[in-house]
């Protein structure tokens, strides 16, 4: 499984759980209990939230069916204007977790125009190729508590949500762009 160093930085396995299988984080679904936590090596270096990304495994192995699919990892880096599905438990309407998994269609900007935006010609915010961005209207976006989600683009693992500025204000939100960890997640998931 992929998610953010930031969620799992100051955590053992013996501290949490995954839970697959289910769009409630109340009911249903099977609980997995979590063997190693490896986050990237390089992570905050050299600027905060760089290399945000981390691999858990399961002391078993996930049991594939209906619900519980694994998905791939994308072949060649994801391109700006894509339409994308970046889902979440996160902050919503006052509440700080929701019980029910949330969903939201963005679309994907490369590192220059999000740079741009951020920028807004005030600063000189820079993102790199390692981070992605995407877009949606001002009111809807990630915020506090959906970092380590999924952004599927494609039907691929595009990105791991890392931060955001802040939430849904109409500013780009911020992701491990996996493609450029490929060969790292793969070598961090092999089988023994």
Not at 68 to 88: A, H
Not at 147 to 161: E, R
Request: glycine share 6%; proline share 5%.
């Amino acid at each position: 499984m992929l998610t953010a160093a930031y969620c799992v930085e100051r955590l053992k396995p013996s501290d949490f759980i995954a839970l697959v299988g289910t769009i409630s984080r109340i009911r249903g679904g099977t609980i997995y209990e979590i063997n190693k936590v490896i986050s990237h090596k390089a992570y905050n270096k050299p600027y905060k939230f760089d290399n945000d990304i981390a691999v858990i495994s399961t002391k078993k192995t996930i049991e594939f069916n209906e619900n519980v699919q694994p998905l791939p990892l994308p072949k060649k880096n994801i391109q700006s204007g894509l339409s994308c599905i970046v889902s979440g438990w996160g902050y919503l309407n006052n509440q700080l977790y929701s019980d029910k998994l949330k969903y939201l269609y963005v679309e994907t900007l490369t590192s220059e125009q999000c740079s741009r935006i951020l920028s807004n010609g005030r600063s000189s915010t820079v993102i790199l190729p390692l981070h992605m961005c995407t877009l949606s209207k001002r009111g809807q976006g990630t915020c506090l508590s959906d970092a380590g989600s999924s952004l599927v683009c494609n039907g691929t693992s595009a990105g791991i949500v890392s931060y955001n500025f802040p939430c849904a204000l109409g500013k780009p939100d911020l992701y491990s762009n996996t493609y450029i960890y490929n060969t790292w997640i793969k070598q961090n998931t092999k089988s023994p």
